[in-house]
């Protein structure tokens, strides 16, 4: 069954401190994956896509990771701020479907406290 | 250039009545989706339209729930007899290009529906 596991479910910082965000998933065959930014009664907006080749992509203050093999994914913060407070979802596709090969996870809900 | 329009953003319903969710893609888009999304829950598929047709409906509730994407004017989410379970954030995106492989997805604000 396609799956997207992300952990933790929730995190508290401290702004100006770094933070790590993990996904794992088994979605097969896999085609990409994606991270997405979504404020609190708001839309999900994108900040990564990576294909299988890619193992590394920045946004910013935004680095994702890709391992293919061991399919995980993790999406790392530098130096955080109260405004990176938010829900970070992990959406991963197949190959070749329609958008309803779109496997979204739950999402980690990032809280940055002054 | 204005994104994905959602409206309305916020809409309470009693149970039975309908619900009209609509949706415009960003300018020059012609590919819509539909998400749910439950509280503490990820976004789930529901439909993939493109202007006239319905490409996958594999994830819409087979009684009450329809999707339109007319050749003119907004996609339309429209859910017959409502009942509480269908309380939540309606989203829409759209892309410029069909499938995960090539389409950048832009999401609208979502429509939150409360059903009582």
């Known amino acids: 069954k396609n799956q997207v596991e992300q952990s933790p479910q929730s995190l508290i910082i401290l702004e100006g401190k770094n933070c790590t965000l993990q996904?794992?998933?088994?979605?097969?065959?896999?085609?990409?994956l994606r991270w997405y930014k979504q404020d609190t009664g708001r839309g999900p907006v994108s900040l990564t896509i990576m294909t299988f080749s890619e193992n590394t992509k920045s946004n910013g203050r935004y680095t994702a990771t890709l391992d293919a093999d061991t399919k995980q994914s993790s999406l790392h913060i530098t130096a955080s701020q109260l405004s990176d407070s938010a829900s970070y979802i992990c959406v991963v596709s197949a190959v070749g479907g329609s958008q309803g090969n779109l496997i979204f996870g739950k999402g980690t809900k990032l809280s940055v406290k002054p | 250039n204005a994104g994905v329009m959602q409206n309305p953003r916020h809409l309470v319903r009693r149970r039975g009545q309908e619900a009209r969710l609509r949706c415009s893609p960003m300018k020059g888009h012609s590919h819509v989706y539909w998400y749910r999304q439950l509280p503490e829950e990820g976004l789930k598929f529901m439909v993939y339209l493109q202007k006239e047709n319905i490409i996958d409906e594999s994830g819409m509730p087979k009684e009450r729930f329809s999707a339109e994407f007319p050749k003119e004017g907004p996609s339309i989410l429209r859910i017959q007899q409502v009942v509480r379970g269908d309380s939540a954030a309606y989203f829409c995106a759209s892309s410029l290009n069909r499938g995960p492989d090539t389409g950048e997805l832009f999401f609208g604000e979502g429509s939150r529906l409360t059903v009582l």
């Open positions: 996904c794992n998933y088994t979605v097969s065959p896999f085609s990409n």
